[in-house]
């Protein structure tokens, strides 16, 4: 339900709420929140709450600290895991300056701006997000390990799979923030895990990547243990990944999506560095199922791209290079203009690579172009990108490029 700042305070009053939590993300999408009382809500939504923005990664240092959040009402969640005495609700906020202009640097405004980039063309997407993770144990000291939680693998049961209560648990707390998931279950690697939720609007779907996030890493906690989001937590087991699905409605009545695969194979190599931006990330890119060459495939599992097998309702591209450390913003903005290029310069794909990539000969392998293979690499591509210049802020860029996350 989307409300209104009128609605929530109302909301507010009636459920006798007592803290806000005002939540944001930083520059590499770690969320951070401050937490304010309910009477000073109003305020608020009138002309934000003020924070200093000089510890917050990639918001500027200490020069023009002040900045403003200012709460979106249609993001109102009471969060569950607090206690009925002492309600907490939930918003996520846009950044301005004192005077109300935009920050830069604020991701979640540069989605926005994507969206708006795409709606002007008559268009609309939609994302889902699937995201993998692992459970450490923790020592007897509460700190946490790489010891995985369970010695299970893809899709075991039972009592091989010890996440089973985990993610049961995971999945009803989504259910209560209003995030729907769809399917869950043990992954390849040890102790590793995936849940999936139903894809939604870009804003919608990089907000509930972030909730995602928070809910896995709670309820870890809260079971004695702790959730990894890390691409490569242990070197000779399966990475995880952030697949994005990806959908597009609107224009001429014709198949877009060959487009937006186009799109997507012509700058994936200049948005590495945002899909995949730490070092840890180049040690997962292809092994297990993760990409290392710019292909695409239906239903093939060792491609870069894919067409899952799926009915006309949803019928989706999904790319398989990016990871969870990846700030779900900037991703999702980055896919929506380099679909949007495709779409506007008629762009088609190549011929579909319908073979296994993980056990192709090498004299094969090297007719494709590759994925950089390095977070130096991917650093030196996304500086010599017009496309990235003409998508990012150069305060965006900068900060990846020379303290990479």
Not at 148 to 158: F, G, T
Not at 295 to 310: E, H
Not at 336 to 349: C, E, H, S, V
Request: glycine share 6%.
């Amino acid at each position: 339900m989307k409300f209104t700042p009128a609605e929530v305070m109302q909301y507010v009053k009636e459920e006798e709420i007592q803290f806000i939590r005002l939540a944001f993300c930083d520059i590499y999408g770690k969320q951070k929140n401050i937490a304010i009382m309910a009477s000073e809500l109003k305020r608020a939504f009138e002309v934000g709450i003020a924070i200093d923005a000089s510890a917050i990664a990639g918001f500027g240092g200490e020069v023009r600290s002040d900045l403003f959040l200012r709460p979106d009402p249609s993001t109102l969640v009471q969060l569950p895991w607090r206690p009925e005495s002492g309600k907490v609700i939930r918003m996520f906020c846009d950044i301005t300056y004192p005077d109300g202009k935009k920050l830069d640097e604020d991701t979640r405004g540069i989605l926005k701006a994507a969206i708006a980039a795409a709606k002007a063309e008559g268009l609309s997407f939609a994302f889902g997000a699937e995201m993998e993770f692992y459970l450490f144990k923790l020592d007897e000291h509460g700190n946490p390990t790489t010891i995985p939680y369970d010695n299970a693998s893809y899709m075991d049961v039972a009592p091989d799979d010890k996440g089973e209560n985990v993610r049961r648990e995971i999945c009803l707390t989504l259910e209560e923030l209003g995030i729907q998931p769809e399917c869950s279950h043990h992954e390849e690697g040890p102790g590793q895990n995936e849940i999936d939720f139903r894809y939604s609007d870009p804003l919608s779907a990089a907000d509930n990547a972030v909730t995602f996030r928070t809910v896995v890493k709670t309820v870890a906690t809260r079971s004695g243990l702790v959730a990894d989001f890390s691409p490569k937590p242990l070197r000779n087991h399966a990475g995880s990944g952030l697949h994005i699905n990806i959908s597009v409605k609107g224009g001429e009545k014709r198949d877009l999506l060959p487009h937006v695969i186009a799109g997507m194979m012509e700058h994936i190599a200049d948005m590495t560095l945002f899909l995949n931006p730490c070092e840890n990330s180049y040690e997962r890119l292809g092994k297990n199922k993760a990409p290392r060459y710019i292909t695409w495939s239906s239903q093939n599992r060792s491609q870069l791209i894919r067409i899952p097998a799926a009915d006309e309702e949803h019928h989706r591209a999904e790319l398989r290079s990016a990871d969870p450390s990846a700030n779900p913003y900037l991703a999702f903005a980055l896919l929506i203009y380099a679909a949007l290029d495709g779409i506007k310069r008629g762009l088609m794909p190549p011929p579909s690579t319908d073979i296994n990539l993980f056990s192709a000969p090498a004299s094969v392998l090297a007719t494709f172009e590759k994925l950089p293979s390095s977070i130096q690499e991917a650093i030196c591509t996304a500086k010599e990108s017009e496309f990235i210049r003409s998508c990012l802020p150069d305060a965006v860029i900068s900060a990846y490029c020379n303290n990479p996350s």
